[in-house]
């Protein structure tokens, strides 16, 4: 069974430019999870869906991040414009359900210089 | 919202050795996970354990919800067993319900 896929791997961009993510999580799994890794810290959530409906998008940035599930599967996050401070680890995760152990993929490092 | 607080944050052993890790969280959970992350950045699943003590090769670990902690425990370390190890919780109610709150993980060192 395949897990949790996400592209790119690694992205450098120039500050105020546009950058998109994508995740397609394990089939089956209803909940799907985007979170933001700090150098040095623990991954912290920043929206929650289950199937294609946001339920938790309180610590999501509104004024540059924004990110859908159509279809309740794949999902993309997106940030417009960037900026150096968002240099960060991108990473998904699903669960069958909420609450659920849930798993993540490789995640995708974002460099913006 | 519920706090996990995570020790030693660093720790470095010789092969061979053993290690406790430990795990504080500050209200009831419905769900607790113990993650590696490689060198590489990868979160690896290691035990979804809300409660009791299970094992899987050199790895075990024991949460005793009702005292709100948990134990990842390695025995015989490996080179190959370094990298930082989370602890992660989802609350059983209230503010993070149903998402996973990350401690901010103990870095494993292992030296030949």
């Known amino acids: 069974e395949a897990g949790v896929v996400q592209s790119p791997r690694y992205k450098i961009i120039e500050k105020k430019q546009p950058v998109a993510f994508w995740c397609n999580p394990i089939s089956g799994h209803n909940t799907l999870y985007w979170y933001l890794q700090n150098l040095g810290q623990g991954p912290e959530l920043l929206i929650r869906y289950e199937n294609e409906e946001a339920v938790d998008d309180s610590q999501l940035p509104k004024d540059r991040f924004s990110a859908e599930r159509l279809k309740g599967v794949d999902s993309t996050l997106k940030i417009q414009p960037a900026e150096l401070g968002d240099s960060a680890v991108y990473l998904c995760a699903s669960s069958f359900r909420q609450g659920d152990e849930a798993f993540f993929g490789q995640g995708t490092r974002l460099t913006v210089v | 919202g519920i706090q996990v607080e995570q020790s030693p944050p660093d720790l470095i052993l010789q092969e061979g050795a053993n290690s406790t890790l430990r795990c504080n969280f500050s209200?009831?959970?419905?769900?607790l996970q113990w993650f590696h992350q490689n060198p590489w950045g990868q979160l690896i699943n290691l035990f979804y354990?809300?409660?009791g003590t299970k094992q899987n090769g050199r790895l075990s670990a024991t949460t005793v919800a009702t005292e709100r902690y948990s134990l990842l425990y390695i025995s015989s370390s490996q080179t190959t067993d370094s990298g930082v190890y989370f602890c992660a919780v989802v609350p059983y109610s209230g503010a993070g319900s149903y998402q996973l709150t990350f401690g901010k993980g103990t870095k494993l060192s292992v030296i030949p």
């Open positions: 209200d009831s959970v419905n769900n």
């Open positions: 354990i809300p409660s």
